[in-house]
């Protein structure tokens, strides 16, 4: 089992900077891949970024160029800097962690909620 809480949401306005944070506990030798995805109001929750246990990272095509994923293992945290934040980045943010073993298993945090005015 793994355990995953996010910080660091808000309020900005547009063109600001946001970061968030995700600390997970419990299994976590066993995580491979950690990221963020975003569901806005009507819409399904859609990749932001990724980063592997390596350090690879993958981001969704709106957000690159402003957005940056980093992993800090000793930690346990994964971050998110958002800079250049427009209103279509408003959305409840969720951490996700994959582990792979015999099965697939996805573990999220329960959201943090970012919000960009105009």
């Known amino acids: 089992q793994v355990q995953l809480v996010e910080s660091g949401g808000g309020l900005v306005q547009a063109g600001g900077s946001l970061r968030l944070s995700c600390a997970a506990s419990?299994?976590?030798?066993?995580?491979?891949?950690m990221g963020w995805y975003r569901q806005a109001p009507g819409k399904q929750r859609e990749l932001v970024a990724t980063i592997t246990s390596g350090g690879s990272t993958n981001f969704a095509d709106s957000v690159k160029g402003r957005f940056t994923i980093s992993r800090d293992n000793a930690k346990n945290t994964v971050y998110l800097q958002m800079m250049s934040l427009k209103p279509e980045d408003t959305g409840v943010y969720y951490c996700?962690?994959?582990?792979?073993?015999?099965?697939?298993?996805?573990?999220w945090g329960q959201g943090t909620q970012v919000t960009v005015s105009s």
């Open positions: 419990g299994s976590i030798f066993t995580i491979n891949t």
């Open positions: 996700n962690a994959v582990v792979v073993l015999a099965h697939k298993y996805d573990y």
